[in-house]
């Protein structure tokens, strides 16, 4: 997976847990991100191992572990 899709897929996984997609590449609205609950500092750390490339040959575990902070803010 190139870059340009490990980004659309965490952008997506966002918009899909806020239900808010209306911004460019299918980002959610700021209001929409920043309404959600949660360990948000967790997620970003999440995300920065995806930058620097410690998912590098498994961008879907990152994907999942960014799914389980967003799921466990849903229960």
Known sequence: ???KEKIKK???VFA???KCDIQYNG???N???HSQEGDFKH????IILLL???YDNDANAILNDIKEEL???EK
């Open 52 to 54: 620097r490339g410690d």
């Open 71 to 73: 799921k466990e803010v």
């Open 43 to 46: 997620i970003c750390w999440l």
């Open 31 to 33: 209001s929409c991100f």
């Open 1 to 3: 997976m190139n870059e």
């Open 27 to 29: 980002c959610p609205c």
């Open 10 to 12: 965490i952008i997506k």
């Open 16 to 18: 899909d847990n806020t």
